[in-house]
């Protein structure tokens, strides 16, 4: 089992090789002639010029790097926003339907290990198939939209989940709710505050501060992983199951309405126009 993950690590690594770097560290490194190849590649035109001085324009108005440079009030809104979506990624519960797929099943009534661990698979394999969808999703319809909506249907995932534990009147279909609301949960997620909170943290912040901003938001998303993980099952104890999937449910609410005041439509936008916008003061929503 451990072996098989190699595969895809090895792929990883050999596609690699060709991965060119980005345009503004090439510009930032003066070698223009190879940033100009880089655009042209993934341009649609090969006059990529004026997106050359608009880059070189942004980099002579860029503020300190570093950790000193994530104070500097530029970046105050945006470093709101990422730490925002990387807290609510977790605290929503994901990774508890992830890590702990056959103990919920087994709680619904599927006792047997084998089922529960085929029906966990079955979820992987509805996130990988609503990831997919994300893909073709996110320049058409836009982040803000995927985001708001994902972010909804995880609400419906999680009442639905939590109704399945508490109304008697169910008993005798409680696996079924169950595992509809799951699988309205993990779809939701993988279409929407999945897939949009790592492509946004790689949109929001300028060049010189990308790096340790994107450090700093990771690190917390892996914190607020381990907080979630090892209080599942004490939740479970002190709430119920109805209780603790609701108390989710009222997480993402917050979560939603959180996105919805803060976070901007990234689609279309160019990171110096991104960049430019923060710098203005103006509201995140106003991008």
């Known amino acids: 089992m451990f072996g098989l993950a190699a595969l895809p690590s ?27 190849q880089v655009l042209q590649r993934a341009r649609t035109t090969s006059d ?3 997106e050359i001085d608009d880059i070189q324009h942004s980099m002579a108005e860029q503020g300190a790097g570093g950790m000193t440079g994530l104070l500097q009030p530029s970046l105050r809104m945006p470093m709101i926003v990422g730490l925002g979506l990387a807290t609510f990624q977790q605290i929503t519960g994901i990774n508890t339907v992830i890590y702990y797929a056959p103990t919920i099943f ?16 079955g979820l992987t394999a509805v996130m990988w198939c609503s990831h997919v969808l994300a893909i073709f999703l996110l320049d058409r319809v836009g982040r803000r939209r995927l985001l708001l909506t994902g972010v909804a249907g995880q609400i419906v995932g999680l ?18 709710v169950a595992i509809g ?23 929001i912040y300028p060049l010189k501060n990308r790096g ?30 109805a209780g603790t999937f609701w108390l989710y449910g009222l997480v993402a609410i917050g979560a939603w309405i959180f996105f919805y005041r803060l976070v ?9 126009q991104i960049e430019a916008h923060w710098r203005s003061g103006k509201s995140p929503r106003q991008l």
């Open 181 to 203: 609301g799951l699988v309205i949960y993990v779809a939701c997620f993988a279409f929407g505050l999945g897939p949009i909170f790592w492509l946004l943290i790689s949109e």
């Open 10 to 36: 090895i792929g990883l690594v050999i596609g690699m090789f060709w991965l060119p770097d980005s345009p503004r560290w090439l510009i930032s490194k003066s070698k223009i002639i190879q940033a100009r």
């Open 264 to 272: 901007p439509e990234t689609k279309g936008k160019s990171l110096e």
């Open 159 to 176: 009442m639905i989940l939590g109704a399945a534990f508490q109304f008697p009147q169910l008993a005798s279909f409680k696996s079924d």
């Open 212 to 241: 340790v901003a994107m450090s700093t938001v990771t690190v917390t998303n892996w914190a607020m992983n381990l907080l979630v993980a090892v209080t599942f099952l004490t939740l479970v104890s002190l709430l119920g199951h």
């Open 106 to 121: 087994k709680f619904v009534g599927i006792s047997a290990a084998g089922p529960a661990i085929l029906a966990g698979a």
């Open 48 to 50: 990529v010029n004026a």
